[in-house]
């Protein structure tokens, strides 16, 4: 996980907690991280010492690039673009490299979404309100 935050109210540690909850292997890519969440961080995508299945990125379009050029170089199989990050051109790179990619979409989301499971482990609706829903006596 790219850009996976040491800081606990960050999205990317709401993501890696309910992975890690749900029985996944979570690695850190942070350059000034040792560890998050328990897990030995690595500064680069390369650096990792095991194979990676998708690499889920938490960072600006900008770098988005350079993380799919290290997403390929390292055999990954897919290249996860999250909520709200768009970038044609690391899409492209990781295509090149055989890569499957999914832009502007949120990991945990879709694994809720797949699992049947977006209900619990907290998701924004962006409604607040005291009002108990109609199903609720």
């Excluded at 990317?12 to 979570?26: C, E, I, P």
């Excluded at 990676?52 to 673009?81: H, K, M, N, S």
Aim: with cysteine.
């Amino acid at each position: 996980m790219v850009g996976l935050s040491s800081k606990p109210q960050k999205a990317s540690q709401f993501v890696a907690t309910y992975l890690q909850y749900k029985g996944y292997n979570l690695v850190p890519v942070h350059p000034k991280a040792d560890a998050i969440l328990g897990n030995t961080a690595y500064p680069t995508l390369e650096d990792i010492p095991e194979p990676v299945d998708v690499v889920d990125v938490f960072r600006p379009p900008r770098e988005c690039p350079t993380y799919a050029e290290q997403a390929a170089a390292i055999g990954a199989d897919a290249l996860w673009l999250q909520l709200g990050i768009v970038s044609p051109e690391a899409a492209a790179v990781a295509e090149d490299g055989g890569l499957d990619v999914v832009m502007d979409r949120c990991l945990k989301m879709e694994h809720g979404r797949y699992q049947g499971g977006m209900h619990w482990v907290g998701m924004n609706t962006g409604v607040i309100s005291a009002k108990r829903g109609r199903d609720r006596v």
